[in-house]
């Protein structure tokens, strides 16, 4: 059993790297992939722990793309690229400093509607790694604004609310070209997230497939037993890896868990297998 989407103190998780390993570890898992948004550094403390204890640490992040609809959004996940230096690590240093001005403009909007978040309240929330909104909700929760976190990306934070400031997002053609001159694969996430019709969904796996997408996220922490079927048989009508992970968060999405997800999360060893098989030799 492995988990191939998690996420650290790095970017927007509560846990920190080596405590991912740990939670694998835990959980019964052979490997894990850490994928935190935009950034490797986390890689290197996960893979010291994940030695220790015997599992696999696969070197990861997750990117933002340009979705083919303007009602939902597109995230890829990157593996097998380390924290060394190539185009992609470059690309992901530019995001790092977007990402900054990002979170300025978000504490600035949330300041405009009367809402009690700061910059450097947000940088302390995330512990002085890559803030984000998860940290700004867990701001608006600890100050009694919202309930929980999920409450604060719903009324304020999410795609579309009064919160909301829009991120910088790559081409997929661009991302995948950058993934493959670096040595790694890259998987739809969440492939539901992009909000399309079931045949416009099928034409645009199609063409990510034919751009060189190696995987798709049909096995995710939150999907149903359905949906979790009906995107693997797509995935493997395209011949796409069928990839699964948690997207653990730690207390930002407290419902899902390294390794389980909500408790019926089971992505086979075999999985990395195949991933490994489509890097270009």
């Known amino acids: 059993m492995i988990d191939l989407h998690t996420h650290s103190t790095v970017s927007d998780g509560s846990d920190a790297p080596q405590r991912i390993a740990e939670l694998a570890a835990e959980a019964g898992c052979s490997a894990v992939a850490l994928t935190d948004h935009d950034r490797l550094d986390g890689v290197e403390e996960a893979r010291r722990r994940a030695d220790e204890l015997g599992i696999t640490l696969v070197a990861g992040c997750e990117l933002s793309c340009v979705a083919p609809a303007a009602a939902g959004s597109m995230h890829v996940l990157v593996y097998f690229v380390e924290p060394t230096e190539g185009p992609l690590q470059d690309k992901l240093a530019e995001l790092q400093e977007v990402r900054d001005h990002r979170n300025r403009a978000l504490a600035e909007r949330l300041g405009d509607l009367g809402l009690p978040v700061t910059y450097d309240e947000m940088q302390e929330e995330a512990r002085g790694s890559g803030a ?80 060189g997408m190696a995987g798709m996220e049909c096995t995710y922490g939150r999907y149903s037993p359905e949906e979790r079927e009906c995107l693997s048989g797509l995935a493997r009508r395209l011949g796409l890896v069928v990839t699964g992970g948690s997207d653990h968060h730690g207390t930002y999405k407290p419902d899902l868990r390294v390794g389980v997800g909500q408790g019926d999360l089971e992505v086979p060893d075999r999985t990395l297998e195949e991933l490994a098989g489509r890097r270009l030799s």
């Open 132 to 211: 984000g909104r998860p940290h700004a909700a867990a701001i608006l929760v600890r100050k009694g604004v919202v309930g929980s976190v999920r409450e604060a990306f719903e009324q304020w934070l999410g795609d579309g609310r009064p919160g909301y400031v829009e991120r910088t997002r790559l081409e997929p053609a661009e991302a995948l070209r950058l993934v493959g001159e670096s040595g790694g694969v890259a998987a739809v996430a969440h492939p539901l997230s992009m909000k399309l019709a079931d045949a416009d969904l099928e034409a645009t796996m199609r063409e990510l497939a034919e751009l």
